[in-house]
């Protein structure tokens, strides 16, 4: 095949196959647009995930009359005017290219009056093609409006994901230029519903009160740090809030990092706020953040990807050091009254003080007859040998061997005696394993989680990502016990949940199933049985609950008909066995 130049439509879709990946990626470039237009209210309705229509409307200065037209040149743009300036660039865009990609690619019309100008424009192009260019009447401002995306290009159609997906990533992108611009009033419309609002006020965190809802913006803490300029690293700005140990998520992704207005994809600032954390947060646990760093423009370099969301900067180490010192050092400030109180102990030791403290401590072992004598019934009656063949018989097959129970220790553990030694069993992972095994069996036979109504309906405020996610999977949270009804544009009332939550608060629960749906996992298999190992782990015995006598052996005796009893359903120990032999050796007994 001989060499030859591409025609230009070519060129144009080629163009937007790295601009435009997603309908995500129309409207991140068309808000960027607004905002370097000096817009203060950002307005995006969307329709059938963003296939159907992207519409976003701005108060900005809008475009000139005689510059409309070549708005949608390839590389036409009024940001750059030289090459010095790509060395210092202030703006969100700069590339020249989204409106030309965008174009190539779909049905795009605009409406624009410029400042100052009496009358403005509109302008239709589809698929790089001008259809429509004439004055209009309309207010300052510009109103783009992008239909049938990637209408000429249906291999691009098939690799989209779910409505709900792409209505997800709208959201998420949108929450995140309302983040790194509070003064600006943003509006997010989805089919027909809003899905979110910013006031416009100014302060982040009333911006991150819509974001993470008034519940998750009561465990952050500001973070504020400036680093001076020395001879061998820049000026470093750092602000924002950070969560306190109390609130973690499963995944880095709600570690949010903006520079200098820029929404930004760096894993090792990721990692400066996840290693601020260290000792405080359990394994597979993440911090919740939004952090805004500050510094010279010409210390980092954002001409680095197409989606310029990946950026260079000059000297990496010295913006690692100050995210990590800034995020540390007020997670160390919000501690410092404990550290002048008394000692601080481990979580083990403080649950067995609480323990040995109790008025009503667990007896190793009830020597009176009438207890030995039941107790040995108990056993008599489950003895391996003893079990009756037919309908008569249990409903599960023995797993483990008679076990009997003999006490607890520190409030975590059962200490049990078998045919073969010691049993000891972990009271939260057995309990959880015999949980997760009785809602399986109930769900798997289309019986639905067991549900019992609440006195008085819990309310639940959510964020709109979250909201969205809720109303999503309606019918599925009612599959597992938990009646859900909106209460308000982003609140929801729970009137009945799953029977073995007794003990459990039912929005904290809500809100750990939801964080379970929108993860990025959720679009995989086992769904249902992540979200019923997780019911399980909240509604399990704690570690640090004291047991009576007659719970710890009613839990061991359905923990020997499990089908799995060794291990949670999280891959958790349940029971360490010590043979006798075992016992034996440590007390230097000849075997």
């Known amino acids: ?48 995930g963003g296939r159907k229509l992207i519409r976003v409307s701005d108060d900005g200065t809008g475009i000139p009359a005689a510059e409309v037209k070549l708005a949608f040149a390839r590389h036409a743009t009024s940001k750059l005017q ?12 700069f590339r020249g290219e989204a409106l030309a990609s965008i174009a190539s690619v779909s049905r795009i019309s605009m409406t624009t009056r410029y400042r100052g100008e009496p009358a403005g424009t509109t302008i239709r192009v589809e698929g790089g093609n001008l259809v429509k260019h004439e004055p209009a009447g309309s207010p300052a401002g510009t109103i783009i409006s992008v239909e049938n995306l990637f209408y000429n290009t249906p291999a691009r159609l098939k690799f989209l994901k779910k409505e709900t997906t792409e209505k997800r990533h709208i959201v998420t992108l949108v ?29 982040l965190i009333d911006v991150l009160a819509h974001v993470l ?29 950070t969560s306190t140990p109390s609130l973690s998520r499963s995944e880095r992704s709600h570690i949010a990092l903006f520079i200098n207005g820029r929404w930004i994809l760096d894993s090792n600032l990721t990692y400066a706020v996840v290693q601020a954390y260290q000792g405080l947060l359990k394994p597979g646990r993440y911090p919740v953040a939004v952090l805004m760093i500050g510094m010279s423009p010409q210390d980092v370099d954002v001409n680095v990807h197409p989606t310029k969301a990946e950026v260079r900067f000059r000297n990496p180490g010295a913006v690692f050091a100050a995210v990590q010192r800034a995020v540390r050092r007020v997670l160390v400030d919000s501690q410092r009254p404990d550290l002048h109180g008394s000692p601080s102990h481990s979580f083990e030791a403080t649950v067995q003080k609480s323990y040995w403290e109790s008025q009503s401590p667990i007896p190793a072992f009830d020597n009176t007859d009438d207890r030995v004598a039941k107790r040995r019934q108990r056993a008599d009656e489950d003895d391996l040998t003893h079990f009756p063949e037919g309908p008569g018989g249990p409903a599960r097959p023995r797993t483990l061997p008679v076990l009997r129970v003999i006490g607890q220790v520190g409030a975590m553990y059962i200490v049990t005696e078998g045919p073969a ?104 298999g086992g769904l249902e049985d992540r979200l019923i190992t997780y019911i399980c782990g909240c509604a399990a015995y704690k570690a640090g609950q004291i047991l009576s006598p007659d719970d710890m052996q009613a839990l061991v005796r359905q923990l020997e008909r499990c089908q799995s009893p060794m291990v949670s359903p999280e891959g958790a120990t349940t029971i360490v066995h010590m043979s006798g032999d075992q016992l034996a050796r440590e007390f230097s007994r000849r075997v």
């Open 82 to 93: 030289t090459v010095d300036d790509l060395q210092a660039i202030t703006t969100l865009g």
């Open 1 to 48: 095949m001989p060499i030859q130049v591409l025609p230009d439509p070519l060129v144009s879709q080629i163009a937007a196959g790295e601009v435009v990946e997603r309908p995500a990626s129309v409207v991140k470039e068309l808000l960027e647009n607004a905002l370097d237009a000096g817009a203060s209210h950002i307005h995006v309705t969307i329709d059938g």
């Open 421 to 524: 030694g010691m049993y000891l069993i972990d009271q939260h992972n057995a309990h959880q394993r015999v949980l997760y095994e009785e809602l399986m069996e109930a769900y798997a036979l289309g019986a639905g989680v067991p549900q019992q109504g609440v006195t008085v309906p819990y309310t639940v405020d959510m964020s709109a990502s979250e909201a969205q996610t809720v109303e999503q999977h309606l019918d599925l949270l009612a599959t597992l016990g938990f009646s859900v009804e909106p209460f308000g544009p982003a609140t929801f009332a729970i009137r009945a949940v799953p029977v073995i939550l007794k003990q459990a608060e039912p929005d904290a629960v809500l809100r750990g199933m939801v964080e379970i749906l929108a993860s990025k996992r959720s679009d995989a």
């Open 213 to 241: 809802g008034l519940d998750g913006v009561r465990d952050l803490l500001p973070v504020e740090l400036a680093a001076a300029a020395t001879d061998v690293a820049p000026a470093v700005n750092v602000s924002g809030f």
């Open 175 to 203: 929450m995140r230029y309302a983040m790194a611009y509070p003064q600006v009033r943003f509006s997010l419309e989805q089919d027909g519903r809003e899905a979110f609002r910013s006031s416009g006020s100014g302060q």
